[in-house]
């Protein structure tokens, strides 16, 4: 085993683990921060809701589209001088996580939009009619009923942070995806390239495994 491994530094890989959870760990809660919001404003002002709105609806979700369709490894680079403001470097966990925020939040959003709209509308007219206030309406009855499916949009979203962590590597993000590139591939080490995949892979089936513990606890159906 030791003879398969010759290449393996543990105390590097754990470092690099990490990394790449606090990574996930940072980015995951600011995309909640800030996706939930725009998930729920994208739902509000959609056609045939409370708040109807085309043309901010419109506006929005240009953006949100925009932001999902330009490719990682693009939105990586161009950020570059952004993060240097934000957080007076590129590289590392924290010239990770701004870029990584950025590219995740329209993903989480319009996932949120479309768990909210899968609530019985029903429910929002009873609470209306009820003389309840948009707050009221908004956090007694929508988020309570879209409950499982926003923790599964959770899940999908952390699952895809985890590919973009590893991708963060080639710009000298630090994690396992940064190891797997300096070491794995460009030094043709190919027992560190698969550590880091095991343990991509590992912490992949950990985080969907709980996320559809929640869904199943939280779900009424």
Known sequence: MNELLIHIDWYEIW???LDTLLMLGGSLLFTLILGLPVGIL??????????????????????????????????LIVMIPITVVMTGTSLGVAGAI?????GTTPFFARLVETALREVDRGIIEATQAMGASTRQIIFNALLPEARP???????VTAITLVSYTAMAGVVGAGGLGDLAIRFGYQRFQTDVMVVTVVLLLILVQILQSVGDRLVLRFSRK
Not at 98 to 102: A, E, S
Not at 149 to 155: E, H, P
């Open 42 to 75: 994208l739902f509000l002002v959609s056609p045939r809701q409370m708040f109807e709105h085309r043309a901010l609806y419109a506006l929005l979700s240009f953006v949100v589209n925009v932001l999902r369709s330009l490719p990682f490894i693009i939105l």
């Open 15 to 17: 470092q690099a683990t």
């Open 98 to 102: 701004p870029p990584l925020v950025i």
């Open 149 to 155: 499916g926003i923790i599964a949009a959770t899940t």
